[in-house]
């Protein structure tokens, strides 16, 4: 297998010799990496060329990649997902230690730990930059150049990475298996924090069972919470989840009656939620998002983070 | 008149992972409420499995050997 077939041959030639940058790279050319050619094509644990350092850039020696639960079925084929038109290696998250710093880098070095991200996006100073998942998806028709440049994900030995997505963690106490949690806590993070959500307020996380939702329940008690309800459909994965978190969450299996979820999501809220958050994946009806709306007190907020097959119908003047 | 914001919303800002260990090092939030599964990167498919089936609270982690 070339280089070039990587697109690796002609990225050095473009960004020219690595005079310039700090090199420490690892003692062979190759590693090996799975590499998936395409959706449903053949997914193989290959022995590839480690990528070479570039400005702005780092080399991760991968120590700990988490597998999405929905791995399987991605490698099998997802609609919805912007697949690159070329192989390359799937993986979003993880942590690792830098073996290698490029040029143009100022703070992170070599030898630190970092915890890889795969949300990038692009740092020209334009309203609306081109977004990516590395090693799973682009997010729109622009960002395909973008992401065909970035594809290649953390199922790897080494990651080759622009150094905005990695973030250095110098702690010596959090393992690496640790650190590649983090992107699982991310996502429900980045909502809490857009929804302003507040030591003191009560949330109501819709999804509470899946792995961003029960991320979502840990973070909002680490936040200060007062009450976390913690609804999904299962409700013997919610007792599991109510047990992990603490004695602040409280559980509420959905029925899919609009009328009774709403009353037993506001009764477990203490009479309603300052903030809820729905993080349920390709929902196939609007009731559960449409509960968690309505346990809201006045003033609340309602964070959309996950999917739904159907519209979302609001009335005017509730939502007023 | 309720008064509610109804919030679309992507992923996370870039700080994410800094205020994320800074929440873990003083204990306000503990990972040990996420169970762990090992597995070797060369394993993958079978850790394509085992993740595919756990639960919320359960993250699937390869390791290269």
Redesign the interface.
């Known amino acids: 297998m070339s280089l070039a077939h990587h697109g690796l041959a002609s990225e050095a030639a473009l960004h020219g010799p690595t005079s310039n940058t700090t090199m420490n790279s690892p003692d062979r050319p190759f590693m ?1 990496a ?1 590499r998936l050619t395409g959706p449903g094509g053949s997914f193989t ?1 290959e022995r590839v060329p480690i990528p070479n350092v570039r400005s702005g850039t780092v080399l991760v020696r ?12 991605y ?1 099998q084929d997802l609609p919805n997902y912007l697949y690159p038109k070329v192989p390359f290696t799937p993986g979003t998250n993880g942590a690792g230690t830098v073996a290698a710093v490029g040029g143009d880098v100022w703070h992170v070095k070599l030898g630190q730990r970092v ?1 890889v ?1 795969p ?1 990038m996006v692009a740092t020209e100073n334009v309203e609306e930059p081109a ?1 990516m998942l590395g090693g799973l998806t682009a ?1 729109s028709p622009d960002s395909e150049p973008f992401f065909t440049t970035w594809r290649d994900g953390t ?3 080494y990651l080759l990475a622009p150094v ?1 997505a990695v ?1 250095p ?1 110098d ?1 010596p ?2 393992s690496s ?2 650190l ?3 992107g ?4 429900p ?3 809490l ?3 302003r959500f507040s030591p003191g307020e009560t949330a109501v996380i819709i999804g ?4 961003f ?3 979502a329940v ?2 909002a008690c ?2 200060g919470a007062e009450r976390v309800v913690a609804a999904g459909r299962n409700s013997l ?1 919610l007792a ?2 109510a047990k ?2 603490g004695n602040r969450v409280y559980p509420v299996a959905l029925t899919g009656d609009l009328q009774a979820d709403t009353a037993a999501l506001r009764s477990a809220a203490g009479g309603g939620a300052h903030f809820a958050f729905d993080m349920v994946g390709r929902a196939q009806n609007a009731e559960a998002t449409l509960a968690g ?1 309505k346990s ?1 007190r ?8 996950g999917s739904m097959a159907v519209p979302l119908p ?1 009335t005017y ?4 | ?14 700080n ?6 800074a ?3 003083p204990g ?4 040990r ?2 169970q ?1 599964q ?2 070797s ?2 394993d ?1 498919p079978a ?6 089936t ?4 359960s ?6 050997s």
Request: net charge neutral; charged share 15%.
């Open positions: 090996y799975w644990y991968m120590e700990a990649t988490p597998v999405l639960s929905y791995l399987k079925k490698v915890v991200s949300y977004q997010i199922l790897a030995e905005n973030t963690v702690d106490s959090l298996d640790s590649a949690l983090l699982r806590l991310a996502v993070f980045g909502g924090l857009r929804g509470a069972t899946g792995n939702g029960s991320a840990l973070l680490a936040l994965r599991d989840v992990a978190a709306l809201l006045r003033w609340g907020r309602l964070v959309l983070m609001l003047a509730e939502v007023m | 008149m309720n008064n509610l914001e109804i919030i679309g919303h992507f992923m996370y800002p870039p994410v992972f800094m205020k994320l260990v929440l873990i090092r306000l939030l503990d990972l409420a996420i762990m090992r597995f990167l060369a993958l850790a394509m499995d085992a993740a595919e756990a639960g919320g609270l993250c699937t982690i390869v390791t290269p």
